[in-house]
């Protein structure tokens, strides 16, 4: 079956821009967590939506927001972009969640530039 | 709070050495264990897991045993390829509360002809 997708893989964009990234998670999986991931803080934890909740916000400021659609698909904003935003950002999904055993399978990221 | 912790990279190896990559965890409970691998270009796929103590998780010649007296998940490898080139992660989560896996830095093996 298809596994996650996000678009788009590349995104250049200017200081106070915002910008949207999608992800769609493989059929049947009702999670998708957010990470952030740079080469000085590694990956970090953004939010996580259960049936379209969030179930659980990493320490990201308010910039940094998500909601996720009947379908499961999600969608992550950040407003007022700052160089320090630039990063790969990974969807995860899993039928169940975060926690316990359940394996997370990951997208391939959106690779996001601010200049 | 929980925490990962990987011995630092990069691991340049030849091909056909031995591989071990450290990792240690400080976390309440019981939590379940994973290594993932990131390959260029790619997000990150699980490469094993295990669930309780003296579990080993398995997967393409690699191992890693969860050892709860030493709070550790180490990664070995008897023989790398040069196609085993990736940055490795262990992470752990925390099955009795709802939180999210937490990931260590990462480890990155260059494997050489």
């Known amino acids: 079956k298809a596994g996650v997708t996000q678009t788009p893989r590349y995104l250049i964009k200017t200081r106070g821009q915002q910008v949207t990234l999608s992800c769609s998670p493989i059929?049947?999986?009702?999670?998708v967590s957010w990470y952030q991931q740079t080469p000085g803080q590694g990956l970090q934890f953004l939010f996580e939506?259960?049936?379209?909740?969030?179930?659980n916000k990493g320490n990201f400021p308010g910039r940094f927001s998500g909601r996720q659609f009947s379908n499961s698909r999600s969608e992550m904003n950040v407003s007022t972009l700052e160089l320090g935003d630039s990063a790969l950002y990974l969807c995860?999904?899993?039928?169940?969640?975060?926690?316990?055993?359940?394996?997370?399978?990951f997208g391939p990221g959106t690779r996001l530039t601010v200049l | 709070g929980d925490s990962v912790t990987q011995m630092e990279g990069p691991v340049t190896l030849s091909e056909e050495a031995f591989l071990t990559i450290n990792c240690t965890y400080t976390?309440?409970?019981?939590?379940?264990l994973f290594w993932y691998v990131q390959y260029p270009g790619e997000g990150l796929q699980l490469l094993l897991k295990?669930?309780?103590?003296?579990d080993k998780g398995s997967n393409k010649g690699f191992e890693a045993t969860y050892r709860k007296e030493t709070t550790s998940f180490h990664l070995e490898k008897g023989s790398v390829q040069v196609s085993d080139s990736a940055v490795y992660f262990c992470?752990?989560?925390?099955?009795?509360?709802?939180?999210?896996?937490?990931f260590g830095k990462g480890t990155r093996l260059s494997v050489i002809a």
């Open positions: 992470a752990l989560s925390d099955p009795a509360g709802n939180t999210p896996l937490v």
């Open positions: 939506y259960f049936s379209e909740t969030q179930r």
């Open positions: 295990a669930t309780k103590a003296d």
């Open positions: 976390a309440t409970g019981y939590p379940s």
């Open positions: 995860a999904s899993s039928r169940t969640g975060t926690s316990g055993s359940s394996e997370q399978f």
């Open positions: 059929s049947g999986h009702r999670s």
